[in-house]
């Protein structure tokens, strides 16, 4: 397993703009698939973006597609989640997840980073 650390979060208004960033622990951060998550109050968490151990293959939830943009630096052992044209609904605390190559399961979480975006 990995140890994930976000940072980035904050408070924004409605249409600015957000980089989170995941910092992972080890030596072998490109044999994992990274994704973020994130759960709004009252609701259950929920998938936002995935990237591919080599960053070559990216997928987004329908609900930012075109807004945020995942990316990651295996030398810098960093994901990115850049938030664009943000909205209130996108409240939520965000969460930085790993998944071994050898796995489908997002064994390791980070603590999560709060998103706040006012109207």
């Known amino acids: 397993q990995v140890h994930l650390v976000e940072s980035g979060g904050g408070l924004v208004q409605a249409g600015g703009s957000l980089r989170l960033s995941c910092l992972a622990s080890g030596r072998t951060f490109s044999s994992y698939g990274m994704g973020w998550f994130r759960q709004a109050p009252g609701k259950e968490r929920e998938f936002v973006a995935r990237i591919s151990s080599s960053g070559a293959i990216t997928s987004y939830a329908d609900s930012v597609k075109g807004r945020f943009t995942i990316s990651r630096d295996n030398a810098k052992n960093t994901v990115y989640l850049q938030m664009n044209g943000l909205k209130p609904e996108d409240t939520a605390v965000y969460y930085c997840?790993?998944?071994?190559?050898?796995?489908?399961?997002?064994?390791?979480w980070g603590q999560g980073t709060q998103v706040t975006v006012s109207s």
């Open positions: 997840a790993a998944r071994h190559i050898t796995t489908t399961i997002f064994g390791s």
